[in-house]
């Protein structure tokens, strides 16, 4: 027998009902354990796609014959593109890649079908947002196929002969921001993001936690101390872990993985206030809602969960279906990644990120009144 | 002193946590200087009234001032005025004595902080520990430190809830200096106790059992008010006495006190006329006033027997 005694089967059963009844009493830990993996099974079952489709396109028409038409129309049946617009400038194409409004622009040059007909081989420029190479390798690759088996269907009688030998058209692909599709480039800078969320949620999630806790949170109550005080007091320091983690991450992105970073810094350092207020609100939301530190962390981890699998952190966002991405959508962790990679990789302008920049604010602005709301200046 | 108006004064204070009264209709009045004893079983809802007091719960039903300020409504004014001692030690373990002072001084906004906070070090006869962390303080010194910190802003009233609870007597005799001579300045003090000896240094004190009041005033007029007679006895062999008494007609307490044995009842004829059957020499008996904690005890009794 050994191990110290013998076995009790009933002390066993005690045991294992106390364990049941506790986990019981506790509705969020029970409510997180089922959670989590319910929330993993739909996120890697349903959500993940590494082969994104519906990519959206803009053509730049130079030619409106037949041939190209027939491309367009090719291009939005294989799938991988949505074609949302055959009549943009190409300033206007250009702002729309910037802003990550469109993932593909397709220029077709002026007198195309001409140089088609005449043997020519003429040339489809294919510019694409190549900062995650996952969104768009398969797309990619996809275009000279579609492209070529489209236009075959058209090339028939006087024109068959076009169809022998070197493939009727040129097609250029021209990858933008990152062209070596260096998947660190879209990795680094997303981490930043990443890492804050993680530690700013877990962190202001314990800090009133634990006042409670440990009876502390008695003492400051019976003090003049008020609520927005203890709040704001507690997040400053955060906000300075949250800077010191950003420089680290930015020095490491430069130096170690040799990103370039295009844009400027002081912007980013800027709008990441927003970001890092956000995180904050989120946190002193939980701490108002857990009733101890264990709870805490673990509504962190349901909100990071998403956040680090829905924003387009780990996986291309358009590769998400829709609904995923209306959840993404809602996170500040998809805009901020936006922001980053915008502001690092393309050298966006503040215009330029303003899209994403207000649903960090209207998120903030809510986290952020729920959480002083929720913050109780009494114990009941 | 002539005109003091009261420095607590409520009347039917009521709290209830889902459904379950805890604190219930209590009246109580405290004066300036006074040295107020508040006592009573776990769970009679102590804490829950001096949370109350303190504004760090909400009263269900019921009204009343502290130094002159609405409980409900004007806590944020009573705050800086008050003194508030929790049961469990809630100071950050995690920082050291002069940092948790320093802390409290701010939260308090104390001009000559620094000054302030080394002067109740040293009289406080913390120096030794001023740099150790609070969490590594004895039950006593802890103690210690909390009173400082809510002395530090020098509060006209003090809420202490239990604070010699698990404290050595000599400790708890410093304590009681410290009590005595900020009453002599004018602090009013409500102190939650379990010792019978403590409940006797108060100048007035209340009895709660289970949400309600069942007694108040000085030590002495709790005692003959309970109309509760106590003869004492001593001999040898006791032990033996003990259960011979206990099923005696009159006889509703006998404690070991010492080295006697304290028997008491409320209807005196009775409880003479059944110990007389006792009086055989080998004992002696001597008539005494009933002590607190018997008045309490019969108390809890006659509450329990309906
Ligand atoms: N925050 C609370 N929520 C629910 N019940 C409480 C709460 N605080 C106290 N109680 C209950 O109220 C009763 C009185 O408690 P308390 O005021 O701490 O008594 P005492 O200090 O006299 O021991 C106890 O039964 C306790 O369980
Ligand atoms: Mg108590």
Redesign the interface.
């Known amino acids: 027998m050994g191990f110290g005694g013998y076995f009790s089967f009933n002390r066993f059963l005690a045991v294992i009902s106390k364990e049941f009844v506790q986990m019981r009493r506790d509705r969020v830990t029970f409510a997180m354990m089922i959670g989590i993996p319910i929330l993993q099974m739909i996120i890697f079952g349903f959500a993940i796609n590494s082969d994104p489709k519906h990519l959206p396109t803009v053509v730049l028409a130079g030619d409106h014959s037949v041939f190209s038409r027939t491309i367009i129309a090719a291009m939005q049946n294989s799938d991988y593109f949505k074609v949302i617009s055959t009549a943009a400038t190409e300033e206007e194409a250009a702002m729309l890649v910037e802003t990550g409004q469109v993932q593909f622009v397709l220029t077709i040059p002026e007198q195309f079908s001409r140089h088609l007909i005449r043997g020519e081989n003429p040339s489809l420029l294919l510019t694409a947002d190549a900062t995650d190479p996952a969104a768009t390798s398969n797309a990619l690759s996809a275009f000279r196929i579609v492209a070529e088996r489209a236009l075959a269907r058209d090339l028939d009688g006087p024109l068959s002969h076009l169809r022998r030998g070197s493939p009727p058209v040129d097609v250029i692909i021209h990858p933008r921001f990152n062209p070596e599709g260096i998947t660190q480039y879209n990795i680094v800078p997303g981490l930043m993001g990443v890492v804050l969320t993680m530690t700013l949620v877990i962190i202001t999630a314990l800090a009133i936690t634990r006042e409670r806790e ?12 008020k609520p927005f005080e203890v709040m704001i007091g507690k997040i400053i320091p955060y906000i300075i872990v949250g800077y010191v983690q950003m420089g680290v991450i930015l020095l490491a992105s430069y130096f170690l993985f040799k990103v370039p970073i295009i844009g400027n810094l002081f912007l980013l350092l800027g709008v990441s206030l927003l970001f890092i207020a956000a995180n904050l609100g989120v946190g002193l939301t939980f701490s108002t809602l857990a009733r101890n530190q264990l709870q805490a962390v673990q509504m962190a981890f349901f909100f990071f969960l998403p956040s680090i699998l829905l924003s387009g952190f780990m996986f291309p966002f358009r590769g998400m279906p829709v609904w995923a991405q209306h959840i993404g959508e809602i996170l500040p962790l998809t805009h901020y990644l936006r922001i980053v990679r915008g502001i690092i990789l393309k050298g966006n302008t503040f215009d330029q990120i303003l899209p994403n920049l207000w649903p960090i604010t209207l998120f903030l602005v809510i986290s952020l009144t729920i959480g002083l709301k929720r913050y109780r200046s ?3 | 002193m002539a005109d003091a108006s009261p420095v607590i004064a409520v009347r039917n204070l009521t709290k209830s946590f889902s459904g379950k009264t805890v604190v219930n209709k209590l009246s109580l009045q405290i004066n300036p200087g006074e040295i107020y004893g508040f006592l009573g079983p776990n769970g009679s809802g102590k804490t829950t009234f001096i949370r109350m007091l303190s504004g760090l719960l909400r009263p269900d039903s019921g009204s009343g001032t502290c130094l002159g300020f609405d409980i409900l409504r004007e806590s944020g004014k009573i705050k800086p005025l008050i003194g508030y001692m929790a049961q469990r030690f809630s100071l950050y373990e995690d920082l050291s004595v002069r940092e948790n002072l320093n802390f409290m001084a701010r939260i308090y906004r104390i001009n000559n902080m620094r000054r302030t906070v080394d002067e109740t070090v040293e009289r406080m006869g913390l120096s030794r520990f001023a740099n150790q962390l609070a969490g590594t303080l004895s039950g006593g010194w802890k103690q210690r430190l909390a009173l400082s910190a809510c002395l530090l802003h020098r509060p006209r009233l003090l809420l202490l809830d239990e604070p010699t609870a698990g404290v050595d007597p000599k400790a708890r005799r410093d304590f009681w200096d410290d009590i005595y001579s900020l009453a002599a300045e004018g602090v009013t003090s409500l102190i939650s106790t379990h010792y019978m000896d403590e409940a006797e240094r108060c100048h007035r004190l209340a009895y709660l059992a289970y949400g309600d009041l069942l007694v108040s005033g000085t030590a002495d007029e709790v005692v003959s008010r309970s109309g509760l007679k106590t003869r004492a006895v001593s001999g040898a062999n006791l032990h033996l006495l003990s259960p011979e008494l206990k099923p005696l007609a009159g006889v509703e307490q006998v404690v070991p006190f010492g080295s006697t044995l304290h028997v008491s009842g409320h209807d005196e004829e009775l409880l003479d006329q059944s110990l007389n059957s006792l009086k055989n020499g080998k004992y002696t008996w001597q008539k005494i006033d009933a002590n607190l904690e018997e008045v309490f005890i019969s108390l809890m009794q006659e509450r329990e027997g309906g």
């Open positions: 440990r009876g502390t949170m008695e003492n400051l109550l019976s003090t003049p101390v009494t114990l009941d």
